[in-house]
């Protein structure tokens, strides 16, 4: 797995212009919008930029960006994901966890057959379900039920199951 201290996170994505003087709007592409209150630093295409001021306006964040002062300085920014170091990311309760530490961890079942690969999470309203992408490349359904996840190994990489290799899905 990659190494977490290393690893940025898409916080948002970065829109036009807001007014003249260099302000952007910044799109949250996140599940916990208030951590544009605290940021300070943020990544542009793996480079560094120091975030001035944010306030909220409506759906998106209107952010101040050191060195950036024009609507034309903005336009490079237009279009672009911003990113925080995943070391930077506030910690959850025990059992929680983001959605980009499920995403790519390997699927065991209670034989210790690894299943496949998480690639997406579902959100149906009453459970999330995790969507796997087995060896053969057919894909797999996994509800997020305690009955059936026994297990959450962020930092091994794997999710155990209690699931039938051949369980149709």
Request: avoid cysteine; charged fraction near 30%.
């Amino acid at each position: 797995m990659k190494s977490a201290t290393n690893k940025k996170i898409i916080i948002g994505k970065i829109g036009a212009a807001h007014g003249v003087r260099g302000d952007m709007k910044v799109y949250p592409l996140t599940d916990f919008p208030d951590r544009f209150n605290t940021i300070k630093k943020a990544y542009v295409d793996d480079k560094e930029i120091n975030i001035i001021s944010t306030r909220y306006q409506g759906n998106f964040v209107v952010m101040k960006v050191e060195g950036v002062n024009s609507r034309e300085e903005v336009a490079r920014f237009t279009n672009k994901l911003l990113k925080i170091n995943r070391s930077d990311v506030p910690p959850l309760e025990d059992g929680e966890y983001y959605a980009f530490d499920i995403i790519g961890l390997q699927v065991i079942n209670q034989d210790d057959v690894v299943l496949g690969e998480i690639t997406e999470i579902l959100k149906t309203g009453s459970n999330d379900v995790y969507i796997t992408k087995a060896k053969d490349g057919r894909q797999i359904l996994i509800p997020a039920l305690k009955k059936v996840v026994t297990e959450i190994n962020v930092e091994d990489g794997f999710m155990k199951v209690i699931w039938d290799e051949n369980q149709e899905v």
